[in-house]
């Protein structure tokens, strides 16, 4: 009598999330060094996450490896340079963070407060991008929220657009349109 499965003479050993994890930023590193065009580099991903066993992702990674000095320091040299390359865009946030217009936050017994165009709002702004019901700040459950109203041109907070309500609190950047300010408890 026959078995239609096959063992193999000996357990091949089971791939390590290390091993997979060690491959990836492999290519990776070689993608970002000009070494593998994008279309390879995502066809490479894909086998290096269906792999079974490390001589799989050797040969996976094989051409990317010992030439030209990639060692330990030139990934250093690029993590120092990526660090490096961040710093005049945390200077640049920051500089535009202290410069920033205040918006005090209401006080928290105080009903929402509507911001738009419409004169009827609690603070009405007057630029062309804020939509005239633009959003609403208020206190819920003891934490200030910040609720678009279906605004044309967008609320921000720190930078991101907001689709719906989020939570807000003193010091986050908000934006109605191309108006910023900078939120303040006092």
């Known amino acids: 009598m026959t078995s239609s499965f096959e063992f193999p003479a000996f357990p091949v050993p089971r791939l390590s999330d290390a091993e997979r994890d060690r491959a990836l930023t492999q290519l990776r ?6 070494k593998l065009s994008h279309d390879t580099f995502l066809r490479r991903m894909e086998l290096a996450l269906v792999a079974r066993r490390s001589e799989d992702l050797a040969v996976l990674t094989a051409d990317l490896e010992g030439r030209g000095g990639e060692g330990p320091w030139t990934r250093r040299v690029f993590a120092w340079v990526g660090r490096a390359s961040a710093v005049p865009a ?20 105080a009903r929402a407060l509507r911001i738009g165009r ?6 009405r702004l007057t630029d062309e991008t804020v939509s005239r019901v633009h959003a609403e700040l208020g206190m819920r459950d003891g934490v200030w929220v910040l609720t678009d109203l279906g605004s044309s041109n967008g609320t921000t907070v720190n ?5 719906g309500s ?6 986050d950047q908000i934006g109605f349109g191309r108006m910023n300010f900078r939120l303040s408890s006092h």
């Not at 419409?118 to 603070?123: A, R, S, V």
């Not at 930078?159 to 689709?163: A, E």
């Not at 989020?166 to 010091?171: I, K, L, P, Q, T």
């Open 29 to 34: 590193e070689g993608a970002a060094l000009g």
């Open 90 to 109: 945390g200077l640049r946030r920051a500089w535009t963070a202290e410069r920033l217009p205040k918006l005090l936050l209401p006080h928290p017994s």
């Open 118 to 123: 419409d004169p009827g709002n609690g603070l």
């Open 159 to 163: 930078g991101r657009r907001v689709t």
């Open 166 to 171: 989020v939570a807000v609190r003193d010091g």
